[in-house]
């Protein structure tokens, strides 16, 4: 939920879906493709939000199959994801915020 509790995330399945006040569910923007995003912190105007990458299993509709990969990845006011360099062989493990999401920590293996 964003600091203002105007807007909530939900990712599930591949998809990422938001609602804005109460409004009905629809597509969060986001420009990755075959992955959700699994936690978002809102820093300001910026949005952090650790993505699970995987692929649909084209023999079962809806099914998506997550991968070890997850990214790291922020957008401001532009709406375009930008990855967040990351140490070699680190990956993003889990992501929170303190305060009023006003910082972003993280915590890689």
């Known amino acids: 939920m964003s600091p203002g509790g105007s807007e909530v995330i939900f990712g599930i399945g591949g998809d990422t879906k938001s609602s804005v006040d109460g409004a009905e569910w629809k597509d969060w923007p986001a420009s990755v493709t075959g992955a959700f995003a699994w936690r978002v912190a809102w820093c300001g105007t910026r949005s952090l939000a650790l993505f699970q990458h995987g692929e649909y299993d084209a023999d079962r509709p809806g099914r998506f199959i997550g991968a070890e990969k997850r990214s790291l990845r922020i957008r401001d006011g532009s709406g375009e994801w930008k990855p967040v360099p990351l140490p070699e062989n680190k990956w993003p493990v889990f992501l929170g915020s303190t305060?009023?999401?006003?910082?972003?920590?993280?915590?890689?293996?």
């Open 99 to 109: 305060g009023e999401g006003s910082v972003a920590w993280l915590i890689a293996k």
